[in-house]
């Protein structure tokens, strides 16, 4: 805007100083009394060196080139909505069912080719969950005539001495004894097959298993003859 004021200035200017000039010709060429003429050429000059180009804004245009909130109809935003809500429900759904993460017991429930579930021990370890579990091997020990229960966890980082600690009193007043193991993945070909004697109780944990890996643990097991009674859930500490 500023440079535009300039050269409408400047057009303004040249314009007054033009005309001074051709008044200043013609009273070189004329012999009348030229004292209007140099008062007029006198007006002009200044005139010209003061003359501005100022601006002032007096209305403005704006056209749209695409549909705006006054032109688009309140159907299109609602189809819109409904399609953005249907997109994110099909991704959800799909992660769901892509996810192999053990979220809730629901997930080794609801599977038929998992051990027996046998309970869970959430964060807050309290007694009640830690009796029902107890219960639940307590009930497999007494079926099977053993009274040696190892724990196999399925990750290599499960806190089984936390887990042993939690159930130790529980397990000794019902007659059994509780032992751990390393994940199958780690064992040798002579700690799977000597394995006769314990029950095994494979652990998972919770938003970190996998019920893959669940699977592999008592596929590998079962085919070394081991005795497989149940999987119990538990959320880690840390």
């Known amino acids: 805007m500023s440079q535009l004021s300039a050269s409408r200035a400047d057009g303004i200017a040249n314009g007054l100083r033009k ?121 497999q020990s007494r079926v099977t005539n053993q009274s040696l229960i190892s724990l196999l966890p399925v990750d290599t980082h499960t806190d089984l001495d936390h887990l042993i600690e939690l159930m130790g009193e529980d397990t000794k007043s019902n007659g059994f004894a509780i032992t751990k193991t390393v994940s199958v993945d780690e064992m040798s070909v002579a700690q799977m097959l000597d394995r006769a004697s314990a029950l095994t109780v494979i652990i998972a944990r919770k938003n970190l298993s996998s019920l893959t890996a669940v699977r592999h643990a008592k596929e590998v097991l079962a085919r070394s003859n081991n005795n497989v009674v149940g999987v119990i859930l538990v959320t880690p500490t840390h």
């Open 19 to 139: 005309l001074a000039d051709d008044v200043q010709k013609v009273i070189d060429s004329t012999q009348v009394e030229q004292s209007q003429l140099e008062l007029q050429r006198n007006a002009l000059l200044t005139a010209s060196s003061s003359a501005a180009g100022e601006m002032q804004l007096v209305s403005e245009l704006v056209e749209a080139q695409s549909g705006t909130i006054t032109t688009v109809k309140k159907t299109t935003y609602i189809f819109g909505a409904l399609a953005g809500l249907l997109i994110a429900a099909l991704i959800v759904l799909q992660l769901t069912y892509t996810d192999d993460k053990i979220r809730s017991s629901r997930k080794l429930l609801s599977s038929n080719s998992t051990p027996v579930f046998l309970g869970e021990i959430t964060s807050r370890n309290t007694a009640a969950e830690v009796r029902q579990v107890v219960a639940g091997l307590v009930t």
